[in-house]
């Protein structure tokens, strides 16, 4: 335990420091790997659960201690108050456990790791107070996200973020080509693996688990993909003709376009590392689609000049509807990055514009929960362009998907150019 709390304190500062997560996970990994699978998932959960708990040390330890520890060793109380609060049995363990964390790297903060947990144990009531009074300890968002969130949705913002706070549920996407829901449900069922069939076809997994234990994975009858993601082939609505994703990778909805219709679909994606994992998924279902190095922004540099009768915006942007998946974005993201990424989505929306066909569709997407890049974005679009008209997809002219048990965040809006 005190290892998994080291390695787990070390990369919460890493993140705490300005590093991306998932980068500093992969590092972690190559540099050790000689981890048993429990060692990974205990520094994992320790790591995710610290992250994902945004805001619940702060108000605790700035009562409890006049100044803060040096890095780790600040994380290492957090990640030990984290724990604390999700696992309250052997709490004194878990002190210890801290203490002899520290030992080898820093003995003479020991006593203070010591005598700062203890309290907290002591004054268990008093810390939950301290807690119940901060609102970014209460909803362990950033207090900015916490305001843009109430003030868009004034009746649905705390829900949504006691969602964004949940563990992520798993959904899977049925390759129709190859399986239909209800053989896949099958197949699970024989395993004892629990799952429903949704409104949009996604099963939702009651729990999560790893992919190579769910039959017809490897033969390419499912693959992973969030619930609230599965709406975009259905409603860009492609039956034929030329399409182009444009900011494609993983791939994810590129590849369920291609599963449905019979399309001539181009995979465009500016990191040419991502752009692989395209081809990868592509060859994985076994699904032909062209797949290209590219910047969005800048069609003179790869499209070939023939317009394209639908395309898919799948934008770079806060990534705030998927913050539980990746929680280092809670405490990476900055208020003044939402502009950013506003700027940086409208210039891509205006360049391909230019290269859908007149009578053709854009379906606009972001995993995004903030008005500034959803409907705000979508607004500013339409007065900009006059040729642009609004299209109802299942009944309404936009979708703002707020995280909930069964999907993460997305927004939706269909656009089409007038003839
Ligand atoms: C939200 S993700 C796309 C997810 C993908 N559509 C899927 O469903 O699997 C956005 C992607 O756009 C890429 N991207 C960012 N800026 C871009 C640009 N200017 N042109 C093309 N791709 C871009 C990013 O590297 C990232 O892979």
């Known amino acids: 335990m005190a290892y998994s709390l080291l390695r787990s304190a070390e990369l919460v500062s890493a993140v705490g420091g300005g590093a991306n997560l998932t980068d500093a996970w992969e590092e972690l990994l190559r540099a ?15 790591t995710w659960g610290t992250l994902r708990d945004y805001g619940r040390a702060d108000p605790v330890l700035r009562r409890l201690m006049q100044k803060p520890l040096v890095e ?3 994380a290492l109380l957090k990640v030990a108050l984290h724990r604390m609060e999700t696992r309250p049995e052997n709490l ?30 002591r004054q268990a009531d008093q810390v939950e107070r301290w807690r119940g009074a901060d609102e970014v300890a209460r909803h362990r968002h950033p207090d900015w996200w916490i ?3 109430r003030a868009a949705w004034p009746a649905e913002w705390e829900a949504a973020l006691a969602a964004g706070n949940l563990h992520p549920p798993m959904a899977l996407r049925v390759n129709r080509r190859r399986a239909t829901p209800a053989q896949v449900l099958d197949a699970f069922t024989e ?4 799952a429903r069939e949704l409104d ?10 790893p992919v190579d234990r769910l039959p017809g994975f490897a033969e390419g009858w499912i693959s992973v993909q969030d619930a609230g993601a599965q709406w975009a082939a259905q409603w860009l609505g492609v039956q034929a003709g030329r399409v182009l994703d444009a900011c494609a990778a993983p791939g994810g909805k590129a590849a369920h ?14 990191d040419p590392r991502r752009a692989r994992r395209i081809a990868e998924n592509f060859a994985r279902l076994g699904l032909a689609g062209e797949v290209k190095v590219g910047d969005a922004r800048r069609p003179a540099e790869w499209w070939d000049g023939r317009p394209y009768d639908r395309i898919l915006a799948d934008v770079p942007c806060s990534a705030s509807g998927v913050a539980r998946r990746h929680p280092d974005i809670k405490w990476l993201r900055r208020r003044e990055d939402i502009p950013r990424f506003a700027a940086q989505q409208a210039e891509i929306l205006d360049a391909l514009w ?66």
């Open 92 to 121: 004194h363990t878990l002190v210890d456990q801290a203490v002899e964390a520290a030992a080898h790297g820093a003995p003479g903060l020991k006593g203070v790791i010591n005598g700062v947990l203890r309290n907290v144990i």
């Open 191 to 194: 395993q004892g693996i629990a």
């Open 200 to 209: 949009n076809g996604a099963l939702l997994l009651e729990r999560p688990c």
């Open 354 to 419: 230019h290269i859908l066909r007149p009578g053709g569709t854009m379906l606009y997407v972001t995993c995004s929960v903030f008005d500034e890049e959803n409907r705000g974005q979508i607004a500013r679009f339409c007065a900009r362009h006059a040729d642009a008209r609004r299209v109802a997809t299942g009944g309404r002219l936009e979708h703002q998907l707020l995280p909930t048990a069964e999907h993460d965040g997305f927004y939706y809006a269909l656009l089409s150019k007038l003839a």
């Open 32 to 46: 050790h790997p000689e981890w048993s699978d429990a060692t990974r998932g205990a520094v994992r959960d320790l």
């Open 72 to 74: 780790p060793w600040q």
């Open 147 to 149: 305001a843009r969130l």
């Open 257 to 270: 376009i291609l599963e449905l219709a019979d399309v001539q679909l181009t995979a465009l994606e500016l």
